[in-house]
């Protein structure tokens, strides 16, 4: 193993861990890299990604959050609100996966400079299976609790991502070891959920049989 392999390894982790909070809020995991890229030394950003860091676009990155804080919370709403943000999240977990230096560099190896496409495609995809998982969930959130559990799931989800992408600068092991533990109790949640949704209306099985004496089907 080379050296580089335990600082290619940190630099995953944290790329894994802001795609997984941007999987629950897209605009969070921008504004934790813009900003420690704009008031600190701790994240340095490829020049490509530098516009990251301008206030500009964090105040238009700021609004949009706020938005989403609100949309999010409200029933029915926050469905309408996933979809439309089914391109949004793995966008943004493409651009926080390439745009922090630890992912571009690998610690010292190039390898991830000349192929720039790799860290948009592992950021896309995490951020695109956490959406999905979140936006599966809710909908049934919303129908076993007749729409109380919304503000408070997303409340909760919002908390997720801002601690995942804090983690994921300063602590990208303990990040990778929450995304393992989210992708389970997502999983876990919604398997609940999908398991206390309303049977079938009953009889309906009874009035497709046929009659033993062959005629139509009981009524």
């Known amino acids: 193993m080379e050296t580089g392999d335990g600082g290619a390894m940190l630099a995953a982790l944290t790329g894994l861990g802001l795609s997984t909070a941007a999987g629950l809020n897209a605009y969070i995991p921008l504004l934790v890299v813009g900003l420690l890229a704009n008031l600190t030394d701790h994240v340095r950003l490829p020049q490509e990604f530098a516009w990251l860091a301008d206030g500009w676009v964090l105040a238009v990155i700021g609004v949009l959050f706020l938005a989403e804080v609100v949309l999010d919370k409200i029933p029915v709403v926050d469905s309408v609100n996933d979809m439309v943000q089914t391109a949004v999240r793995p966008a943004a977990g493409g651009v926080v996966f390439s745009a922090t230096e630890a992912a571009a560099r690998l610690d010292g190896s190039d390898w991830m400079a000349r192929h ?5 495609v ?6 695109l299976a956490v959406h999905v998982m979140k936006a599966a969930a809710r909908p049934a959130v919303n129908a076993s609790t007749a729409g109380v559990g919304a503000p408070v799931v997303s409340t909760l989800e919002d908390a997720g991502s801002l601690g995942m992408s804090l983690a994921a600068v300063f602590l990208p092991v303990l990040a990778a070891a929450a995304a393992a ?4 109790l997502s999983w876990r949640v919604v398997r609940r959920l999908r398991r206390r949704r309303p049977p079938g209306r009953p ?17």
């Open 181 to 184: 533990v989210l992708a389970l």
């Open 122 to 127: 592992l950021g896309i995809g995490i951020a």
């Open 203 to 219: 009889g309906y099985a009874r009035r497709i049989r046929t009659s033993p004496q062959g005629g139509g089907s009981d009524r």
């Open 116 to 120: 720039p496409w790799a860290g948009w």
